[in-house]
């Protein structure tokens, strides 16, 4: 029975271990790939169902404004101007495109074509030019969300009008021959507040929600984070308190958001008294989920300013304190910041928490302030997605896609930050 010899053993071994490391790579190429068709398939999904938000389509009336069936006499206060019949010249309007609608189920059915918000229009043209009054003027209109969908979907997803009856499209068909409806930019989708009605909701509200938010989580977490780091890492002694800090330091980076939630619910709101569903409070509460991502990325970035800068600035004579003020902290802000970047980023995108401190109301108004009522950005999607109407689908992924832009950018700029002002030693 022949042996084999060394150099067989070796050539053996040496195939094993480059299968194995072949079979290594494959599985780690795969997973790549992988990973970035899932990436792709999502990110086509969202776009695909939420790119009709941010268009919209409108009807062209010619209407009458009349002050006799308005309701408005000669003086025009503000007062008549807001509580003024606007429903009965729409109709009126409506009437005279299709004079030989009748019966009031087919009225009903045309009245249907336009947005509630038609009133809205007429009536802040009115306040804004009191000399329309008696007029006939042509104004664009938002169709209801139902005639939007139907002419968005109507080619591709025949099941998308079937809110629209036959007699409807005929409507739509008509006007559109004669030019009656375009499809815009929905500029109102940026600038309105939240609203039962699909075609007059927009994410203004939780956008300036989100922005006072994140303005309360910067200013508190960001001095105090970096306060803590650097007397973690400059100033505290080492022995078994400051070590129990740190360990609860890194477990607080574990703990789920929605326990910063029912914190803040006890301390803030329950105990302090803070009012609910205000940027405030919200603030305060991520603050407290953001701290640890600050806390330790402000260490590493001090750790990482080499030991030479401080021994150098001690043997000139400078204090503690002076050694970290004037030489520590500046060589150590890139990184600082793209910590605080990076956390501001993760609260940006937090629903939990906020959902435990009331920020779930439905709020129409734009909150002007850090203490009015007012929800966010993932909270408003949250609240769109459990909504039946198919045109909050498109609602909901626009705005999705707006909060991904927030964050690409957000991250973007952390990325930019740390290669721009990084040194290197």
Not at 117 to 125: E, I, K, P
Not at 162 to 189: H, Y
Request: glycine residues 8%.
């Amino acid at each position: 029975m022949n042996k084999m010899s060394t150099i067989e053993k070796i050539e053996k071994g040496l195939k094993r271990r480059y299968f194995s490391e072949r079979l290594f790579q494959i599985f780690g190429i795969s997973s790549i790939v992988f990973g970035l068709l899932c990436l792709v398939v999502l990110l086509t999904d969202i776009v695909g169902k939420g790119h009709g938000a941010f268009f919209q389509h409108y009807i062209r009336l010619t209407v009458v404004l009349d002050a006799e069936k308005l309701g408005i006499d000669d003086r025009a206060t503000s007062e008549q101007i807001a509580m003024a019949d606007y429903d009965s010249v729409i109709r009126e309007s409506l009437l005279e495109l299709f004079p030989d609608v009748s019966g009031r189920k087919q009225k009903k059915q045309l009245y249907r074509l336009v947005s509630d918000g038609a009133t809205y229009r007429l009536q802040g043209m009115l306040a804004e030019d009191r000399r329309l009054l008696g007029q006939r003027v042509d104004v664009w209109v938002s169709a209801d969300d139902d005639v939007d969908v139907y002419l968005k979907h109507v080619d591709a997803e025949k099941e998308a009008s079937s809110r629209i009856d036959e007699q409807q499209a005929l409507w739509l068909a008509a006007l559109q021959a004669q030019g009656r409806i375009e499809k815009r930019f929905n500029s109102e989708f940026f600038m309105t507040g939240d609203s039962r009605n699909p075609e007059k909701a927009g994410i203004k509200g939780a956008l300036m929600g989100s922005f006072y938010t994140l303005m309360v989580t910067l200013l508190l977490s960001f001095p105090i984070g970096v306060a803590a780091a650097v007397y973690l890492e400059e100033f505290a002694p080492k022995n078994r308190w400051t070590d129990l800090i740190e360990v609860n330091i890194n477990n607080l980076a574990a703990v789920p958001s929605i326990i910063f939630g029912l914190l803040g619910l006890a301390v803030f709101i329950n105990f302090f008294g803070v009012p609910r569903s205000v940027p405030l409070v919200g603030g305060m509460v991520l603050t407290l989920m953001t701290l640890p991502t600050i806390i330790i990325s402000s260490r590493a970035a001090i750790k990482s300013v080499p030991p030479s800068i401080r021994e150098a600035a001690l043997g000139i004579g400078a204090s503690k304190m002076q050694t970290v003020t004037h030489h520590v902290l500046p060589l150590s802000l890139p990184g600082m910041l793209t910590g605080t970047i990076i956390g501001m980023a993760q609260a940006l995108g937090e629903t939990a928490p906020l959902l435990m401190i009331g920020m779930i109301a439905f709020i129409v108004d734009v909150p002007q302030g850090i203490t009015d009522p007012s929800t966010v950005l993932p909270v408003q999607i949250f609240l769109w997605a459990d909504s039946p109407e198919r045109a909050f689908t498109e609602k909901t992924s626009g705005a999705i896609i707006v909060l991904l832009g927030f964050l690409i950018f957000m991250n973007a700029v952390a990325v930019f930050l740390r290669k721009r002002l990084e040194k290197k030693w």
